[in-house]
Protein backbone atom coordinates (compact mmCIF):
# COMPACT_ATOMS: atom_id res chain seq x y z
CA UNK A 1 0.00 0.00 0.00
CA UNK A 2 2.81 2.15 0.97
CA UNK A 3 3.98 1.72 -2.77
CA UNK A 4 1.25 2.36 -4.41
CA UNK A 5 0.88 5.79 -2.41
CA UNK A 6 4.02 6.83 -3.40
CA UNK A 7 3.56 5.92 -7.36
CA UNK A 8 0.41 8.36 -7.08
CA UNK A 9 2.09 10.90 -5.36
CA UNK A 10 4.74 11.18 -8.25
CA UNK A 11 2.13 10.84 -10.58
CA UNK A 12 0.18 14.58 -9.40
CA UNK A 13 1.45 17.46 -11.32
CA UNK A 14 4.70 19.62 -9.58
CA UNK A 15 3.31 22.44 -7.07
CA UNK A 16 4.29 25.91 -8.78
CA UNK A 17 3.68 29.40 -8.02
CA UNK A 18 1.88 29.59 -11.00
CA UNK A 19 -0.55 26.75 -9.99
CA UNK A 20 -0.77 28.40 -6.52
CA UNK A 21 -1.91 31.69 -7.82
CA UNK A 22 -4.75 30.20 -9.86
CA UNK A 23 -6.35 28.27 -7.13
CA UNK A 24 -6.28 31.23 -4.89
CA UNK A 25 -8.35 32.73 -7.88
CA UNK A 26 -10.62 30.20 -8.10
CA UNK A 27 -11.36 30.32 -4.34
CA UNK A 28 -11.56 34.15 -4.14
CA UNK A 29 -14.25 33.94 -7.17
CA UNK A 30 -16.35 31.28 -5.42
CA UNK A 31 -16.45 33.48 -2.33
CA UNK A 32 -17.16 36.38 -4.30
CA UNK A 33 -19.75 34.80 -6.29
CA UNK A 34 -21.40 33.18 -3.04
CA UNK A 35 -21.62 36.66 -1.02
CA UNK A 36 -23.05 38.11 -4.04
CA UNK A 37 -25.58 35.24 -4.41
CA UNK A 38 -26.25 35.61 -0.61
CA UNK A 39 -27.51 39.58 -1.26
CA UNK A 40 -28.98 39.32 -4.03
CA UNK A 41 -31.61 36.22 -2.37
CA UNK A 42 -31.27 38.10 0.98
CA UNK A 43 -32.68 40.92 -0.69
CA UNK A 44 -35.41 39.80 -2.72
CA UNK A 45 -36.71 37.39 0.26
CA UNK A 46 -36.97 40.75 2.17
CA UNK A 47 -38.51 42.68 -1.15
CA UNK A 48 -41.18 39.70 -0.95
CA UNK A 49 -41.75 39.06 2.73
CA UNK A 50 -42.29 42.96 3.03
CA UNK A 51 -44.64 43.24 0.45
CA UNK A 52 -42.64 45.82 -1.74
CA UNK A 53 -42.09 43.80 -4.76
CA UNK A 54 -44.40 46.63 -6.94
CA UNK A 55 -42.31 49.30 -5.88
CA UNK A 56 -38.89 47.37 -6.63
CA UNK A 57 -39.82 46.00 -10.30
CA UNK A 58 -40.96 49.66 -11.07
CA UNK A 59 -38.00 50.78 -10.19
CA UNK A 60 -35.80 48.17 -12.04
CA UNK A 61 -38.28 47.70 -15.05
CA UNK A 62 -37.03 44.42 -15.21
CA UNK A 63 -38.07 40.84 -13.48
CA UNK A 64 -35.70 39.31 -11.48
CA UNK A 65 -35.02 35.24 -11.95
CA UNK A 66 -35.91 32.79 -8.84
CA UNK A 67 -33.16 33.11 -6.27
CA UNK A 68 -32.71 29.31 -5.69
CA UNK A 69 -32.67 28.90 -10.11
CA UNK A 70 -30.18 31.38 -9.97
CA UNK A 71 -27.97 30.00 -6.87
CA UNK A 72 -28.13 26.49 -9.46
CA UNK A 73 -27.41 27.56 -12.83
CA UNK A 74 -24.26 29.74 -11.70
CA UNK A 75 -22.92 26.74 -9.53
CA UNK A 76 -23.08 24.80 -12.69
CA UNK A 77 -21.39 27.21 -14.93
CA UNK A 78 -18.55 27.98 -12.02
CA UNK A 79 -18.04 24.02 -11.81
CA UNK A 80 -17.75 23.68 -15.75
CA UNK A 81 -15.42 26.87 -15.56
CA UNK A 82 -12.98 25.19 -12.87
CA UNK A 83 -13.34 21.67 -14.62
CA UNK A 84 -11.85 23.79 -17.77
CA UNK A 85 -9.40 25.89 -15.73
CA UNK A 86 -7.86 22.75 -14.50
CA UNK A 87 -7.21 21.13 -17.57
CA UNK A 88 -3.58 21.69 -19.07
CA UNK A 89 -1.54 20.12 -21.77
CA UNK A 90 -4.18 21.20 -24.36
CA UNK A 91 -2.98 22.63 -28.35
CA UNK A 92 -4.40 23.84 -31.22
CA UNK A 93 -8.06 23.85 -31.90
CA UNK A 94 -8.14 22.35 -29.03
CA UNK A 95 -6.64 24.82 -26.72
CA UNK A 96 -9.15 27.85 -28.44
CA UNK A 97 -12.21 25.58 -27.90
CA UNK A 98 -11.25 25.35 -24.11
CA UNK A 99 -10.71 29.02 -24.05
CA UNK A 100 -13.79 29.87 -25.62
CA UNK A 101 -16.46 27.77 -23.52
CA UNK A 102 -14.18 29.86 -20.42
CA UNK A 103 -15.56 33.08 -21.80
CA UNK A 104 -19.08 31.63 -22.45
CA UNK A 105 -19.19 30.45 -18.83
CA UNK A 106 -18.17 33.40 -17.13
CA UNK A 107 -20.35 35.62 -19.52
CA UNK A 108 -23.36 33.41 -18.66
CA UNK A 109 -22.40 33.91 -14.84
CA UNK A 110 -22.10 37.34 -15.05
CA UNK A 111 -25.38 37.99 -16.85
CA UNK A 112 -27.04 35.68 -14.23
CA UNK A 113 -25.76 38.06 -11.51
CA UNK A 114 -26.81 41.44 -13.74
CA UNK A 115 -22.94 42.15 -14.53
CA UNK A 116 -22.76 42.64 -10.79
CA UNK A 117 -19.11 41.07 -10.78
CA UNK A 118 -17.00 40.01 -13.90
CA UNK A 119 -13.63 39.44 -11.89
CA UNK A 120 -13.90 35.72 -13.12
CA UNK A 121 -12.95 36.58 -16.66
CA UNK A 122 -9.07 37.30 -15.08
CA UNK A 123 -8.67 33.85 -14.58
CA UNK A 124 -9.92 33.49 -18.17
CA UNK A 125 -6.82 35.77 -18.68
CA UNK A 126 -4.47 34.03 -16.71
CA UNK A 127 -5.37 30.62 -18.36
CA UNK A 128 -4.37 31.99 -21.70
CA UNK A 129 -0.99 33.01 -20.35
CA UNK A 130 -0.03 29.90 -18.71
CA UNK A 131 -0.51 28.13 -22.40
CA UNK A 132 2.08 27.69 -24.88
CA UNK A 133 1.29 29.98 -28.04
CA UNK A 134 3.10 31.71 -30.85
CA UNK A 135 3.33 35.42 -30.61
CA UNK A 136 0.87 35.87 -33.41
CA UNK A 137 -1.83 33.78 -32.15
CA UNK A 138 -1.08 35.32 -28.38
CA UNK A 139 -1.25 38.51 -29.28
CA UNK A 140 -5.02 37.97 -31.02
CA UNK A 141 -6.66 36.19 -27.97
CA UNK A 142 -4.98 38.81 -26.09
CA UNK A 143 -6.72 41.78 -28.15
CA UNK A 144 -9.70 39.73 -28.23
CA UNK A 145 -10.17 39.09 -24.24
CA UNK A 146 -9.32 42.40 -23.78
CA UNK A 147 -12.22 43.56 -25.74
CA UNK A 148 -14.82 40.57 -23.95
CA UNK A 149 -13.45 41.86 -20.39
CA UNK A 150 -14.03 45.83 -21.05
CA UNK A 151 -17.29 45.18 -22.66
CA UNK A 152 -18.25 43.15 -19.57
CA UNK A 153 -16.80 45.64 -16.99
CA UNK A 154 -18.90 48.22 -18.78
CA UNK A 155 -22.78 49.01 -18.75
CA UNK A 156 -22.80 48.04 -21.93
CA UNK A 157 -24.18 44.45 -22.04
CA UNK A 158 -26.40 45.66 -18.88
CA UNK A 159 -28.02 48.05 -20.68
CA UNK A 160 -28.61 46.17 -23.67
CA UNK A 161 -29.84 43.17 -21.73
CA UNK A 162 -31.40 45.12 -19.22
CA UNK A 163 -30.31 42.43 -16.13
CA UNK A 164 -30.91 43.85 -12.37
CA UNK A 165 -27.48 44.78 -10.95
CA UNK A 166 -26.51 44.42 -7.25
CA UNK A 167 -26.49 48.31 -7.11
CA UNK A 168 -30.64 47.65 -7.55
CA UNK A 169 -30.84 45.27 -4.94
CA UNK A 170 -28.68 47.55 -2.35
CA UNK A 171 -31.71 49.89 -1.74
CA UNK A 172 -33.13 47.24 0.00
CA UNK A 173 -30.71 47.41 2.56
CA UNK A 174 -30.41 50.88 3.18
CA UNK A 175 -27.44 53.49 2.70
CA UNK A 176 -25.62 52.03 6.10
CA UNK A 177 -25.53 48.14 4.66
CA UNK A 178 -25.20 48.99 1.39
CA UNK A 179 -22.16 51.09 1.84
CA UNK A 180 -20.44 47.87 3.54
CA UNK A 181 -21.49 45.35 1.05
CA UNK A 182 -20.15 47.46 -1.84
CA UNK A 183 -16.95 48.58 0.17
CA UNK A 184 -16.71 44.76 0.56
CA UNK A 185 -17.05 43.70 -2.49
CA UNK A 186 -14.92 46.28 -3.87
CA UNK A 187 -11.95 44.69 -1.54
CA UNK A 188 -13.09 40.88 -3.46
CA UNK A 189 -12.31 42.69 -6.54
CA UNK A 190 -9.45 43.81 -5.75
CA UNK A 191 -8.04 40.95 -3.85
CA UNK A 192 -8.31 39.24 -7.28
CA UNK A 193 -7.02 42.09 -9.23
CA UNK A 194 -3.76 41.61 -7.05
CA UNK A 195 -3.83 37.79 -7.52
CA UNK A 196 -3.89 38.41 -11.38
CA UNK A 197 -1.29 41.18 -11.08
CA UNK A 198 1.02 38.48 -8.87
CA UNK A 199 0.14 35.70 -11.56
CA UNK A 200 1.22 38.04 -14.46
CA UNK A 201 4.45 39.19 -12.89
CA UNK A 202 5.71 35.40 -12.35
CA UNK A 203 4.63 34.57 -16.04
CA UNK A 204 7.06 37.56 -16.79
CA UNK A 205 9.62 36.24 -14.43
CA UNK A 206 9.38 32.94 -15.60
CA UNK A 207 9.82 33.75 -19.33
CA UNK A 208 12.45 35.99 -18.49
CA UNK A 209 14.20 32.53 -16.82
CA UNK A 210 13.47 30.89 -20.08
CA UNK A 211 14.96 32.99 -22.01
CA UNK A 212 18.14 33.12 -20.06
CA UNK A 213 18.34 29.54 -20.11
CA UNK A 214 17.54 29.64 -23.78
CA UNK A 215 20.32 32.09 -23.80
CA UNK A 216 22.96 29.99 -21.34
CA UNK A 217 22.06 26.96 -23.30
CA UNK A 218 22.90 29.00 -26.56
CA UNK A 219 26.19 29.70 -25.43
CA UNK A 220 26.77 25.94 -23.85
CA UNK A 221 26.27 24.99 -27.61
CA UNK A 222 28.86 27.51 -28.79
CA UNK A 223 31.30 26.12 -26.80
CA UNK A 224 30.69 22.29 -27.30
CA UNK A 225 30.67 23.28 -30.90
CA UNK A 226 33.96 25.12 -31.05
CA UNK A 227 35.24 21.73 -29.03
CA UNK A 228 33.72 19.55 -31.48
CA UNK A 229 35.72 21.11 -33.97
CA UNK A 230 39.06 20.90 -32.86
CA UNK A 231 38.23 17.17 -31.61
CA UNK A 232 37.13 17.12 -34.87
CA UNK A 233 40.53 18.27 -35.84
CA UNK A 234 42.33 16.49 -33.61
CA UNK A 235 40.68 13.32 -34.62
CA UNK A 236 41.09 13.32 -38.14
CA UNK A 237 44.99 14.24 -37.29
CA UNK A 238 44.75 11.20 -35.06
CA UNK A 239 43.16 9.28 -37.39
CA UNK A 240 45.81 9.84 -40.35
CA UNK A 241 48.55 9.17 -37.63
CA UNK A 242 46.89 5.65 -36.91
CA UNK A 243 46.59 4.85 -40.86
CA UNK A 244 50.39 5.45 -41.42
CA UNK A 245 51.10 3.36 -38.85
CA UNK A 246 48.52 0.69 -40.23
CA UNK A 247 50.02 0.55 -43.40
CA UNK A 248 53.37 0.44 -42.45
CA UNK A 249 52.92 -2.24 -39.96
CA UNK A 250 50.92 -4.39 -43.07
CA UNK A 251 53.66 -3.15 -45.74
CA UNK A 252 56.17 -4.35 -43.39
CA UNK A 253 54.29 -7.75 -42.04
CA UNK A 254 53.56 -8.56 -46.04
CA UNK A 255 56.43 -6.68 -47.92
CA UNK A 256 59.24 -7.63 -45.68
CA UNK A 257 58.51 -11.28 -44.92
CA UNK A 258 57.80 -11.83 -48.81
CA UNK A 259 60.73 -10.22 -49.24
CA UNK A 260 62.58 -11.64 -46.85
CA UNK A 261 61.66 -15.56 -47.93
CA UNK A 262 62.55 -14.88 -51.69
CA UNK A 263 65.65 -13.07 -51.39
CA UNK A 264 66.70 -16.18 -48.57
CA UNK A 265 65.78 -18.67 -50.92
CA UNK A 266 67.03 -16.91 -54.46
CA UNK A 267 70.31 -16.87 -52.30
CA UNK A 268 70.13 -20.87 -51.74
CA UNK A 269 69.12 -21.24 -55.32
CA UNK A 270 72.39 -19.32 -56.31
CA UNK A 271 74.48 -21.99 -54.42
CA UNK A 272 72.66 -25.24 -56.07
CA UNK A 273 72.11 -23.81 -59.27
CA UNK A 274 75.68 -25.63 -60.43
CA UNK A 275 75.06 -28.79 -58.31
CA UNK A 276 71.39 -29.81 -58.49
CA UNK A 277 69.00 -28.13 -60.89
CA UNK A 278 65.97 -30.07 -60.27
CA UNK A 279 65.96 -28.90 -56.75
CA UNK A 280 66.33 -25.35 -57.52
CA UNK A 281 63.50 -25.65 -60.10
CA UNK A 282 61.33 -26.99 -56.97
CA UNK A 283 62.93 -23.66 -54.84
CA UNK A 284 61.92 -21.58 -57.19
CA UNK A 285 58.45 -22.58 -57.74
CA UNK A 286 58.30 -22.13 -53.91
CA UNK A 287 59.38 -18.91 -54.31
CA UNK A 288 57.26 -18.10 -56.65
CA UNK A 289 54.41 -19.04 -54.17
CA UNK A 290 55.67 -16.93 -51.62
CA UNK A 291 55.65 -13.68 -54.21
CA UNK A 292 52.32 -14.41 -55.00
CA UNK A 293 51.04 -14.69 -51.88
CA UNK A 294 53.23 -11.57 -50.81
CA UNK A 295 51.16 -9.54 -53.89
CA UNK A 296 47.95 -11.06 -52.76
CA UNK A 297 48.79 -9.70 -49.04
CA UNK A 298 49.40 -6.08 -50.26
CA UNK A 299 46.73 -6.02 -51.97
CA UNK A 300 44.49 -6.92 -48.79
CA UNK A 301 46.19 -4.53 -46.87
CA UNK A 302 45.14 -1.62 -49.34
CA UNK A 303 42.03 -2.67 -48.63
CA UNK A 304 42.50 -2.57 -44.69
CA UNK A 305 41.81 -6.45 -44.56
CA UNK A 306 43.21 -9.36 -42.70
CA UNK A 307 45.68 -11.75 -44.76
CA UNK A 308 44.98 -13.63 -47.16
CA UNK A 309 45.61 -17.31 -45.55
CA UNK A 310 43.27 -15.96 -42.57
CA UNK A 311 40.29 -14.84 -45.10
CA UNK A 312 40.30 -18.47 -47.14
CA UNK A 313 41.64 -21.10 -43.56
CA UNK A 314 40.79 -21.19 -40.11
CA UNK A 315 43.95 -19.91 -38.32
CA UNK A 316 45.61 -23.59 -37.62
CA UNK A 317 45.69 -24.18 -41.29
CA UNK A 318 47.01 -20.65 -42.25
CA UNK A 319 49.57 -20.86 -39.44
CA UNK A 320 50.74 -24.31 -40.90
CA UNK A 321 50.82 -23.43 -44.60
CA UNK A 322 52.98 -20.06 -43.63
CA UNK A 323 55.31 -22.45 -41.98
CA UNK A 324 55.19 -24.82 -44.92
CA UNK A 325 55.86 -22.24 -47.52
CA UNK A 326 58.80 -20.39 -45.71
CA UNK A 327 60.29 -23.59 -44.96
CA UNK A 328 60.25 -24.58 -48.77
CA UNK A 329 61.38 -20.93 -49.98
CA UNK A 330 64.11 -20.55 -47.85
CA UNK A 331 65.41 -24.35 -47.28
CA UNK A 332 65.18 -23.22 -43.28
CA UNK A 333 64.54 -26.24 -41.22
CA UNK A 334 61.16 -25.11 -39.32
CA UNK A 335 59.40 -27.26 -36.69
CA UNK A 336 56.05 -26.27 -35.45
CA UNK A 337 54.21 -27.84 -32.31
CA UNK A 338 50.84 -26.81 -31.21
CA UNK A 339 49.98 -27.47 -27.99
CA UNK A 340 46.27 -26.45 -27.87
CA UNK A 341 43.39 -26.23 -30.42
CA UNK A 342 43.10 -22.73 -32.21
CA UNK A 343 40.08 -22.86 -34.55
CA UNK A 344 36.79 -21.36 -33.71
CA UNK A 345 39.02 -19.81 -30.47
CA UNK A 346 39.33 -16.31 -31.64
CA UNK A 347 38.25 -13.58 -32.83
CA UNK A 348 39.28 -11.82 -35.83
CA UNK A 349 41.77 -9.04 -34.23
CA UNK A 350 42.85 -11.96 -31.71
CA UNK A 351 43.91 -14.35 -35.05
CA UNK A 352 45.53 -11.46 -36.73
CA UNK A 353 47.77 -11.21 -33.93
CA UNK A 354 48.90 -14.78 -33.75
CA UNK A 355 49.55 -15.02 -37.56
CA UNK A 356 51.48 -11.89 -37.53
CA UNK A 357 53.86 -12.44 -34.67
CA UNK A 358 55.14 -16.17 -35.65
CA UNK A 359 55.26 -14.77 -39.45
CA UNK A 360 57.07 -11.62 -38.04
CA UNK A 361 59.03 -14.07 -35.78
CA UNK A 362 60.23 -16.27 -38.93
CA UNK A 363 61.02 -13.11 -40.80
CA UNK A 364 63.27 -11.39 -37.56
CA UNK A 365 65.30 -15.38 -37.53
CA UNK A 366 66.16 -15.74 -41.13
CA UNK A 367 66.83 -12.13 -42.22
CA UNK A 368 68.56 -11.14 -39.07
CA UNK A 369 70.12 -14.29 -37.66
CA UNK A 370 70.71 -16.09 -40.71
CA UNK A 371 68.77 -19.18 -38.46
CA UNK A 372 69.15 -22.83 -39.91
CA UNK A 373 66.68 -23.98 -37.68
CA UNK A 374 63.71 -22.21 -35.92
CA UNK A 375 61.23 -23.85 -33.02
CA UNK A 376 57.85 -22.70 -32.92
CA UNK A 377 55.22 -23.82 -29.62
CA UNK A 378 52.29 -22.40 -28.85
CA UNK A 379 50.61 -23.61 -25.38
CA UNK A 380 47.92 -22.67 -23.04
CA UNK A 381 49.34 -21.54 -19.28
CA UNK A 382 47.87 -22.30 -16.46
CA UNK A 383 46.56 -18.64 -15.75
CA UNK A 384 44.51 -19.01 -18.99
CA UNK A 385 46.96 -17.27 -21.38
CA UNK A 386 48.00 -18.25 -25.04
CA UNK A 387 52.00 -18.56 -24.99
CA UNK A 388 53.87 -18.30 -28.31
CA UNK A 389 57.32 -18.96 -28.58
CA UNK A 390 59.80 -18.76 -31.18
CA UNK A 391 63.23 -19.66 -31.16
CA UNK A 392 66.20 -20.11 -33.63
CA UNK A 393 69.88 -21.09 -33.43
CA UNK A 394 71.02 -18.17 -35.23
CA UNK A 395 72.98 -15.01 -34.20
CA UNK A 396 71.63 -13.64 -30.50
CA UNK A 397 72.43 -10.37 -29.17
CA UNK A 398 73.72 -9.97 -25.62
CA UNK A 399 71.59 -6.65 -25.51
CA UNK A 400 68.53 -6.77 -28.07
CA UNK A 401 66.40 -3.80 -29.44
CA UNK A 402 62.86 -3.81 -30.71
CA UNK A 403 63.03 -2.70 -34.43
CA UNK A 404 60.27 -1.94 -36.53
CA UNK A 405 58.69 -5.18 -36.79
CA UNK A 406 59.12 -6.02 -33.10
CA UNK A 407 57.38 -3.06 -31.99
CA UNK A 408 54.24 -2.94 -33.64
CA UNK A 409 54.24 -7.21 -32.72
CA UNK A 410 53.95 -5.72 -29.07
CA UNK A 411 51.50 -2.69 -30.08
CA UNK A 412 49.44 -5.45 -31.25
CA UNK A 413 49.77 -7.76 -28.31
CA UNK A 414 49.10 -4.71 -25.92
CA UNK A 415 45.93 -3.69 -27.21
CA UNK A 416 44.68 -7.28 -26.24
CA UNK A 417 45.92 -6.77 -23.15
CA UNK A 418 49.36 -9.36 -24.13
CA UNK A 419 52.87 -8.63 -23.85
CA UNK A 420 56.06 -9.56 -25.73
CA UNK A 421 59.32 -11.00 -23.83
CA UNK A 422 62.64 -11.07 -26.46
CA UNK A 423 66.03 -12.97 -25.54
CA UNK A 424 69.01 -13.00 -27.68
CA UNK A 425 71.34 -14.93 -25.43
CA UNK A 426 70.99 -18.38 -26.93
CA UNK A 427 70.06 -17.93 -30.58
CA UNK A 428 67.32 -15.63 -30.32
CA UNK A 429 64.01 -16.28 -28.64
CA UNK A 430 60.38 -14.55 -29.10
CA UNK A 431 57.95 -15.11 -25.92
CA UNK A 432 54.37 -13.63 -27.17
CA UNK A 433 51.79 -14.08 -24.17
CA UNK A 434 48.41 -12.77 -24.76
CA UNK A 435 45.16 -13.61 -22.68
CA UNK A 436 41.91 -16.13 -23.33
CA UNK A 437 39.08 -14.97 -23.44
CA UNK A 438 36.69 -17.87 -24.04
CA UNK A 439 37.82 -19.83 -20.87
CA UNK A 440 37.30 -23.05 -20.95
CA UNK A 441 36.49 -23.42 -25.55
CA UNK A 442 40.54 -23.40 -25.51
CA UNK A 443 42.21 -26.69 -24.81
Known amino acids: MKINREQSDNSRPPVTGQSILMESMMHLNFWILAFVLVVISRATAGIVHERSALSFLTQTESIPLLPLNTIIAVAALYLCLIILLSLSGEKGINLVLKLCLETVSVIWISELIGFSYTGMFLMVFADLM ?75 RKHMNENERIMMLNESLKEANIKLEEYSKTSAL ?24 IVTGLDACLMMFDKDRDLVKTQLGAIAEVARSGMTDVRQSVKALRPDALEKLPLDEAIEKLIDEMGRSTGV ?34 S ?26 GRGSSNPEKGFGLTHM ?23 RMPIRWGSSLK
Open 410 to 432: EERLNMLGGSLYIDGSDGFTVRA
Open 238 to 261: MAQTKERNRLAREIHDTIGHSLTG
Open 368 to 393: HGNASNINIEIKRSEDNMLTIVVKDN
Open 130 to 204: RNPLSRRDRTIAIVAMGIFYLVLDSSVLNFWLRRISIDDYLIYYGNEYAGLIKGALNIGSLLNTFLFMLFMIYQV
Open 333 to 366: NINYHCLCKLSDSFDENEEETIYRTIQESITNSI
